[in-house]
Structures are given as C-alpha cells and as structure tokens.
C-alpha cells in the first residue's frame, strides 16, 4: 500500500521553494470535517496545535516589513548619502569664504621698505632693522567666485542631483522588493498552516478507522491484518502531521525574517488574509505591460542614470575650455595688535589647461561608454519586465484552472471516501479500498492547497511586475 499521506510530505518542499499566498483549503476542509472526517477533538490521541500567538495579518506583515527590513535602510541611507554628494557638488557654484587669523615671527636682513606680498601675509609688512625678528599680526579672510567653466561644475551638480532621483527611485524599488517577498513569505507559512489542518483532520480520520477495524476484527468481520494496516496508517498519519508542523513553525520564522523581526522567531499566528484580484489579471497582456513600464521604479532609476550620464559627459567635455574665477581679500595686519594696517586683494584668474596629457579626452570616452552601458541596460530591463508580466500572467491563469480542477477532485475523492467507509463498514469493503480512498482524499486536498496558493502567489508577483503595492 502506498504511504497514506505523500502529497503532504511533497507540498512542504514545493512551497518552501515557491512564493505563497493564502493557500486555505476552506472549501474542502470544511465539508470534509461534516463528511468525513471527525473534529480532532473528539481523538485526545492527536496532538493538539501548540497555544496560538497573537494573529498577525498581511497588511501589518508587510508595514512591519516596511518599518523594519534592514535591506531598506540600505537603500534609504545609500539615497541620504547621494544627497551629500549632490550638494557637495553644488557646492562649487557658491561663493567661497574663508576666514584667517595667523600670527608669524619674522627675522631678516636690515632694511627698508614694503614687500609686495598678498594682504595678510608677513612680507606686506615693512621691514626695518628686524634681524632680532618681528612679531606679524594678520586678521582676515578671502573670497572666490566662479564665474564660469562652460559648465563642468554646473553639470557635474545636476548629475549628481539626477543620481539622487534615480537612488530615491531603487529605494522604492527595495521597497516593493520587500513587500513582495513578505506576502511571498506569508501565504507560504498560510499554506503550511492549511497542510498541517488535512494533516490532522487526517490523522483524525485514520484513527476513527482504526477505532472501526478495532470493533469489526474483535467480533470477526475482519481478519487482523486490517488491523495492523489501520495502526500502520494511524502511524503515518502521525509523521505525516509532525512534518507539517514543523514545516509551520519554519515558514513563520522565515517571515519573521522577511519583515526584519527574525527576533520574534514566528512566536504568532497566521490570519486568513487573501489578495484581491489584480485589475486587468485576465486582460490582454499587452495592456499590463504598458502599465507596468509606466510604474516600475527600475526604468525610473536607470531613466535618471542615463541623464546623469549626459550630463557628466557634458560636465567633462568643458574642461576643454578655460575657467574664470574672482578673488578677493581684505586684512588687518602690523606688528603690533594696538597698530594694525589694512591691506586688501582684488582680482581675476583665467586658467586654461590646454594640453593633460589627453587626460579630458579619455575621461569622455569613458563617460560615454557609460552612458552606452546604462541604455543598455534599460533595454535589458524593458525585456525582463516583459517576462516577469508574461510569467505572473499566465501564471494566474493555470493556477485558476488548477483551483477549480483541484475543487472537482477534493468533491470526487471525498464521494469515493464516504463510498469506501459505506463499505468498509458493511463488511463488503477492503481495509485496502478505504486505505486507498483515504490517500486519495488526503492528496486531493493537499493540490487543492497548492493550487491556492500558485494562485495567490502568481497574483503577488504580478502586482509586484506592475510596480504596484
């Protein structure tokens, strides 16, 4: 006889693997309670759900995903840090200030006279006999302005202020990430939830099976072998449950982590949350694609890039060009603090570099190659966004089919079970024949789990490839 209850052995690694969503059995496991199979707590043999925690349910999975997940801090500190260094960059359009004070000993030759020095410094100062040395007093500042570089620092700043849109775009695209993966998380761990009820409303079946064999082998209906065949299920029924239960309380932790409160270690309970249909689910695929290039927030990002490299490429090619910068000082300095002499600086500053080496040159060449490589990879991203709509949308499709071929099968093999038991307890059935009818019910059930749950899973992800919450 085959093992009572390999479905439910087999689903656990499937969903492990596969992203979920609610994948309740509630239109099966319901009437199979009235139909056939006894309410667990009239069997003190089997083992009772450990006390439930605090429910938690999909939208408060994925806010605490949000607020916690420290994947998207990263990415929240990665855009803070662009932010820096944009306006690093705008920093070099500004005036630059710059307060002095200085002090200086100075010691020379006798003699007479006022050096040409720049105001504030020790050779403005007149020299008389100061081989002893002199003590020189200077407070200050200076100033600088750009005036114009055709355009390096203005682009290099609006490059920059591009790379913040496009860091502020990959962090929401982090943030659905995140979402994603903790309704993934969820609706496998509700999945895991529904397997470990068949599995124990199984083992409850089996063991009224066994009650039955018990009665009918003791007045001699049937031959003990029943009997041992019944104990044997009632053993795998027992395995069957305990690795469901286990497979429970690892797909919890895995959300836990998911939402970024591993500490929790799946110390809750799983609501009966669902996902709503997505709008256009069923509609041409098409008219999903246009949406999802409308909303994704990778083409934003790598929109910004490509920008950004514009402007860089634009920003290096006018260092080919001079750059004419204003400065300006004004002092206070003498040799003694009661006698301080104003001295000041005006002037203009025109700075060619005409010739690097070819250093400006290759420096565009790889700006552009850049910018090459960023269109690229929007292509690249146009594609996968197409595969990833296709996917989840044909996805939904075969799950809906499943689900309802999954519901006819739960409905027959239930039939084929009462049949079987009808049997079984007139005496003109087999312990083999309700063992059989029992697998079949128990497996029905299991695929229609798993068809709820490919359903609810491809419905996430195409939210997900729409760029949608």
Do not use: C
């Amino acid at each position: 006889m085959h093992p009572p209850f390999a479905a439910l052995l087999a689903i656990p690694t499937f969903l492990q693997v596969a992203p979920a969503n609610r994948a309740a059995h509630a239109g099966s496991s319901a009437p199979a309670t009235t139909a056939t199979v006894t309410p667990t707590t009239a069997f003190p043999d089997v083992p009772p759900r450990p006390p439930a925690g605090p429910v938690i349910r999909l939208n408060d999975a994925v806010e605490t995903g949000l607020q916690n997940q420290p994947t998207l801090h990263q990415a929240m500190a990665q855009t803070r840090a662009q932010q820096g260094r944009a306006g690093q960059a705008k920093a070099g359009l500004l005036p630059q200030l710059t307060a002095t004070a200085s002090y200086f000993r100075v010691r020379g030759a006798a003699g007479r006279g006022t050096a040409s020095g720049a105001a504030g410094t020790p050779s403005a100062v007149a020299t008389s006999n100061n081989s002893a040395g002199v003590d020189v007093y200077s407070f200050g500042g200076n100033a600088s302005q750009l005036l114009w570089d055709f355009g390096q620092t203005y682009n290099r700043y609006r490059a920059a202020d591009r790379l913040v849109e496009s860091f502020e775009a990959t962090q929401r695209t982090t943030s659905q990430t995140v979402i994603v993966n903790v309704r993934n998380a969820y609706f496998t761990a509700r999945a895991q939830k529904d397997l470990e009820t068949v599995a124990r409303n199984t083992l409850a079946n089996q063991l009224r099976h066994l009650a039955q064999t018990q009665g009918m082998v003791s007045v001699g209906t049937q031959p003990e072998i029943a009997l041992a065949q019944a104990r044997n299920d009632v053993a795998s029924a027992r395995v069957s449950l305990i690795n469901a239960q286990n497979a429970y309380d690892v797909s919890k932790a895995q959300l836990a982590q998911a939402m970024g409160s591993g500490s929790d270690g799946g110390d809750f309970e799983i609501g009966d949350d669902e996902l709503a249909p997505v709008e256009g689910e069923d509609g041409a695929p098409e008219l999903l694609f246009d949406r999802a290039m409308k909303n994704r927030p990778e083409l934003v990002a790598l929109a910004r890039q490509n920008e950004s490299q514009r402007l860089t490429v634009r920003s290096i090619r006018g260092a080919y060009w001079p750059t004419l910068t204003a400065s300006g000082g004004v002092a206070e300095t003498g040799t003694d603090l009661g006698e301080l002499g104003l001295a000041w600086n005006v002037g203009m500053t025109l700075a060619w570099p005409f010739y690097q080496g070819g250093l400006t040159k290759n420096q565009v060449r790889e700006a552009e190659a850049n910018l090459d490589a960023t269109q690229a990879q929007i292509d690249t991203t146009k594609l996968a966004i197409r595969v990833d709509v296709q996917q989840a949308s044909l996805s939904i499709r075969a799950a809906k089919a499943s689900k309802i071929a999954a519901e006819e099968a739960v409905a027959n093999a239930r039939e084929r079970l009462r049949l079987a038991e009808g049997r079984y307890g007139a005496g003109v059935g087999s312990i083999i024949e309700l063992g059989d009818a029992q697998i079949a019910f128990t497996n029905a059930n299991a695929q229609l789990v798993q068809a709820q749950f490919q359903l609810a899973s491809a419905r996430a992800n195409l939210l997900a490839a729409l760029g949608q919450r």
